[in-house]
């Protein structure tokens, strides 16, 4: 079964407007998670890395003010979109570690905007 | 920073035949990850590989690190429709649980 559920996997939003995006590490906590994204026909890219208790760190060109990252809890990220345009549409998807080397994905999230 | 060029993009083979997927680092690898997507879905982990000539198999896929750790190779045995989808390598960064990953291969199986 899943091991990191996404919620919600599809979500249609105005432009302007905000949309939460959630993730959970189910039956274990995650100190870590991180937020990837993946434009049609191409690769994912890393967004984000959520920290359990402090603030997220952004990768290169990606706007901390755009895309809020809240990591509230040891099973819980949040990835909010402000002021969503389309150009931010696109598959949003999570990832954590249960222990060991293993990374388990989400299911992953689709935005659209309009 | 790290580079990875997966090969080919995309690939089409008949069902039963056997195939391979290649994952080129342009540094050293510390840790490859082997994920297979369904355009839009989450990622399904295949397997991940750490020391220089490791090589792991599950079902009929296998994977390989080479010794210098800078390619990985994905080979399916007698492939199935079950087969087909997207196939990510991943690299971990600096040691750490974040990944980048190449551009995927698009693998389609005929019957």
């Known amino acids: 079964g899943a091991v990191v559920s996404q919620h919600p996997s599809w979500v249609i939003c105005k432009s302007g407007t905000s949309v939460k995006i959630e993730c959970r590490s189910l039956?274990?906590?995650?100190?870590?998670m991180f937020w990837y994204r993946q434009f049609p026909k191409q690769s994912l890219m890393l967004m984000a890395t959520s920290n359990e208790g402090s603030k997220a760190t952004y990768e290169q060109g990606v706007e901390k003010d755009k895309f809020l990252i809240n990591h509230a809890s040891l099973t819980l990220s949040t990835l909010t979109v402000t002021s969503a345009h389309p150009e931010d549409s696109s598959f949003y998807i999570c990832s954590a570690t249960k222990g060991g080397n293993t990374i388990y994905f989400g299911e992953g999230s689709w935005l659209t905007v309009v | 920073s790290q580079e990875l060029e997966q090969s080919p993009q995309s690939l089409i083979v008949q069902e039963g035949k056997n195939l391979t997927i290649n994952c080129t680092s342009s540094k050293t690898l510390y840790g490859l990850y082997w994920y297979k997507q369904k355009y839009g879905e989450g990622l399904i982990f295949l397997m991940m590989?750490?020391?220089?000539?490791e090589e792991k198999s599950h079902e009929k896929i296998t994977a390989k690190l080479d010794e210098k750790k800078q390619q990985s190779s994905l080979h399916i045995t007698a492939s199935q429709p079950s087969h087909a989808g997207i196939y990510l390598c991943?690299?971990?960064?600096?040691?750490?649980?974040?990944?980048?990953f190449g551009q995927g291969t698009r693998l389609t199986i005929n019957p």
């Open positions: 590989l750490q020391k220089g000539g």
């Open positions: 991943g690299a971990a960064i600096q040691g750490a649980q974040k990944l980048v």
């Open positions: 039956d274990f906590q995650a100190t870590t």
